[in-house]
């Protein structure tokens, strides 16, 4: 089936600072979500893009629908503990198909 | 609105054992899915259901068996559990059928099978 490419795997990072992840595929997608997972609980939806180019905030979450519709990228301003988790992006070809997710983006957050 | 509810939170199984995890929401969506979630794989679709009577196949469907007699439930049953059914199972729904819209996750079901 299309696979979807996060990067990078893992990452540590100081709290504070800021975050960038993105998601990949040699297809071009319709729709991409972003979702959180925090331990022991199911994913969240951060934010849904819905057209090339777009760029949509939740908060100090900023998320991009790359202009190729070939990736999308997430990016978190001055992260917080709380911020812990796995992030997942996925992504729909074609209305009338099911989304696919990528393998996500362990993030954890040094105090 | 509880949204998605998944039983049971935890169970372990011997092998050959048959269960069916159960899963209900209570926003009225068409769209329900079942996932696995394995240690860097993401999640991999297992079945899927449009609406109450139709169910269709996803990534992984060996082993498994669903139904949907109703819009607001949508069980997963292994027949005979394995060892490489050790997951974690998500239940998920979402408002259209085959449409752009995201989806809510329920909680998840841990199962190990022995």
């Known amino acids: 089936g299309q696979q979807l490419n996060q990067s990078p795997q893992s990452m540590f990072i100081q709290e504070g600072e800021d975050v960038s992840m993105n998601c990949t595929s040699s297809s071009i997608f319709n729709t991409w979500l972003w979702y959180k997972q925090d331990p022991g609980e199911g994913p969240v939806l951060l934010i849904a893009l819905y057209k090339a180019g777009e760029l949509t905030s939740n908060g100090r979450l900023t998320a991009q629908f790359g202009i190729t519709r070939k990736d999308s990228f997430l990016n978190i301003s001055a992260s917080i503990p709380s911020d812990v988790g796995i992030y997942f992006c996925?992504?729909?070809?074609?209305?009338?198909?099911?989304?696919?997710f990528g393998p996500g983006t362990r993030l954890s957050v040094l105090p | 609105n509880a949204g998605v509810t998944q039983t049971p939170k935890f169970q372990v199984l011997k092998t050959g054992q048959s269960m069916t995890l159960q899963c209900a929401q209570d926003?009225?969506?068409?769209?329900m899915s079942w996932y696995r979630q394995d240690p860097g794989m993401g999640l991999r679709l297992i079945h899927y259901?449009?609406?109450?009577?139709?169910?269709d196949q996803g990534e992984v469907p060996n082993g498994y068996n669903v139904s949907r007699s109703t819009t607001e439930d949508f069980p997963l049953r292994l027949l005979s559990a394995a060892p490489s059914q050790t997951s974690v199972y998500f239940c998920?729904?979402?408002?259209?059928?085959?449409?752009?819209?995201?989806?809510?996750f329920g909680d998840g079901t841990r199962l190990s099978i022995l």
């Open positions: 996925a992504g729909l070809l074609n209305y009338g198909q099911n989304f696919v």
């Open positions: 926003m009225n969506h068409e769209y």
């Open positions: 259901s449009v609406g109450a009577g139709i169910t």
């Open positions: 998920a729904s979402s408002y259209g059928t085959g449409s752009n819209q995201p989806q809510h």
